[in-house]
């Protein structure tokens, strides 16, 4: 099987634009969680989505969002960019189907640098 | 508050030394509990995780893992490490959810 991909892989940006980062699952997998890694931060959850419905939110300000199609496949937006959303941005699928924490499988990731 | 700890953040071991990597967890239900591995500019590779049943889990590359529930501990392993073993590992907790939260990571360099 495939693994998770993501693209596009490397990304530069100026602060007040924003971006869209997409994530393919693994095939058979419904659920797609996104997670923030920083140097200062580590790693931080954003959401999770199941289904094309967000399941799960962390705590990041409404200037990042998400969604999933029915294929799975899901965007993660970030809106008016800051300096401090410079990040690898890591997708991860899973069967996770009750709901509960099930093996996450990682993408190689975005990573993000704002200027 | 749910949380992960890793107190070692660098860790440096002899190549074919044994290694032992520490992580704690505060988590108010039944933990779930992993650990992955992360080499430079790469995602996160699961090597195992715990549920339930033998608290003693056996992963990929030869690791192995402990919970030890009145420590509140998953403290990761391997007899013998490979000069290829260096990277950055991470203990994360779920449970109820699908959300993971990871500890700070310890990076492990291995001398020849």
């Known amino acids: 099987k495939a693994g998770v991909t993501q693209t596009p892989r490397y990304l530069i940006k100026t602060r007040g634009q924003q971006v869209t980062l997409s994530c393919s699952p693994i095939?058979?997998?419904?659920?797609v969680s996104w997670y923030q890694q920083t140097p200062g931060q580590g790693l931080q959850f954003l959401f999770e989505y199941f289904s094309e419905t967000q399941r799960n939110k962390g705590n990041f300000p409404g200037r990042f969002s998400g969604r999933q199609f029915s294929n799975s496949r899901s965007e993660m937006n970030v809106s008016t960019l800051e300096l401090g959303d410079s990040a690898l941005y890591l997708c991860?699928?899973?069967?996770?189907?009750?709901?509960?924490?099930?093996?996450?499988?990682f993408g190689p990731g975005t990573r993000l640098t704002v200027t | 508050a749910q949380s992960v700890t890793q107190p070692d953040i660098h860790i440096t071991v002899s190549e074919g030394a044994s290694l032992e990597l520490r992580c704690n967890y505060s988590y108010g239900a039944t933990p779930y509990l992993f650990w992955y591995v992360q080499s430079p500019g790469q995602g996160l590779q699961l090597l195992l995780k715990?549920?339930?049943?033998?608290?003693l889990v056996q992963g990929i590359k030869g690791f192995e893992a402990e919970f030890k529930r009145s420590q509140s501990s998953f403290n990761l392993r391997k007899p013998s490490v490979h000069w290829s073993d260096a990277a950055e590992y991470f203990c994360?907790?779920?449970?109820?959810?699908?959300?993971?939260?990871f500890g700070t990571g310890t990076l492990l360099a291995v001398q020849p």
């Open positions: 715990y549920f339930s049943g033998d608290t």
């Open positions: 991860a699928s899973s069967l996770a189907e009750g709901g509960t924490s099930y093996e996450q499988y």
């Open positions: 994360a907790v779920g449970g109820a959810t699908n959300k993971l939260i």
């Open positions: 095939s058979g997998h419904r659920s």
